[in-house]
């Protein structure tokens, strides 16, 4: 990757800015990814007020952990579900036909 394959950005989490240098093709990834930490620190700042910065960073870091990872589950067995769901339509349709004989 060349320079020329990387952009500068500023991105504002929270209440700071941080200039980061990223490959121009992610570069759209990044300011969603920092759209999201913002507005789950929104969420938490408002439902739980006069916590530590400290604190809201952990929690929204938990959050956005756990839903990585409970995707990341969903993702395993997606396939898994789709094959049991196509044999199962497989045997009820032999089941079926065994009915008509």
């Known amino acids: 990757m060349t320079d020329n394959d990387r952009i500068s950005i500023n991105l504002r989490i929270g209440s700071n800015i941080h200039q980061l240098t990223v490959p121009t093709e992610k570069e759209e990834i990044f300011r969603r990814a920092a759209e999201l930490i913002n507005d789950r620190l929104n969420k938490y700042q408002q ?3 006069n916590q530590s910065t400290e604190r809201y960073n ?3 870091m938990l959050d956005i952990a ?6 990341q589950n969903d993702l395993d ?15 009820e349709e032999v089941l079926g036909e065994d009915k008509k004989h």
């Open 66 to 71: 756990v839903r990585y990872l409970q995707q």
């Open 77 to 91: 067995t997606l396939p898994f579900m789709q094959s049991i769901e196509q044999l199962t339509g497989e045997i």
């Open 58 to 60: 952990a929690v929204v």
């Open 47 to 49: 439902g739980f007020q």
